[in-house]
C-alpha cells in the first residue's frame, strides 16, 4: 500500500469530525422538536439528507435565499428565542422532512415591555414602538395580556423589526 501523505490524513480526520458535529447538531435539533422519539431519530439518521437552503428569520418564516418562504415551527422559533434577522439553515431531507439550525444569530439587545393581545395577536409595547410576538411563546411563559415582559430585538437601530423574541415574563 503507499504512504497517504500525512496532510490528507489530517484533512480527513478533520471531515469527519465536522459531519459528526453536524449530525449531532441535527440530532439535537430533532429532538427539540418531536421530542425524545428513539424510534423517530433513527429513522432520521437513517435518511439521506437532500437540500440545503440558507435564509433570513423574518419573525414567522424563514426566506430562503432562493426567494421561497419557508414555515418555521413556532415552538423551535419560541424556544430558540429566535430574532427576525438572524440566519438560518433548512436541510430539507429526500422524504421531505425539515430541519432548521440557526447559524447567525444577529446582534440582539433586550428591552422590557407590556404583553398586549388584539385581534388574536400578542404584541410587546417598548416605548412607542410595537413588536410581535409567537403565541406559542406567550403560552409557554404563561403571560397574559398586562404583564411585563422582556423581549430581544436586534441591536442595530435601523433594522425596523416587527417582531421580538420573548425571554421571559417578568
Known sequence: MSEIPDKQV???????????????????????L??????????VKDKALGKVIEG????????????????VPANYASKSKLVQGDILKLTIA??????????????RKQVVGVLNQKDGHYYVDVGDKRYRVLLASVTYFKAKPGDQVSVNIP??????AEWAALEAAL
Do not use: C, H, W
Not at 433570513?56 to 414555515?71: E, I, L
Not at 429526500?94 to 446582534?107: C, E, R, S, V
Open 10 to 32: 489530517k484533512r480527513l480526520r478533520a471531515l469527519i469530525a465536522e459531519a459528526e458535529t453536524s449530525l449531532a447538531a441535527a440530532k439535537e435539533l430533532l429532538i427539540s
Open 34 to 43: 418531536v421530542g425524545e422519539e428513539p424510534a423517530l431519530v433513527d429513522k
Open 56 to 71: 433570513v428569520f423574518d419573525g414567522q418564516n424563514m426566506v430562503g435565499s432562493d426567494g421561497k418562504t419557508y414555515p
Open 94 to 107: 429526500d422524504d421531505g422532512a425539515f430541519l432548521y439550525k440557526q447559524i447567525g444569530p444577529i446582534p
Open 155 to 160: 441591536e442595530d437601530p435601523s433594522v425596523d
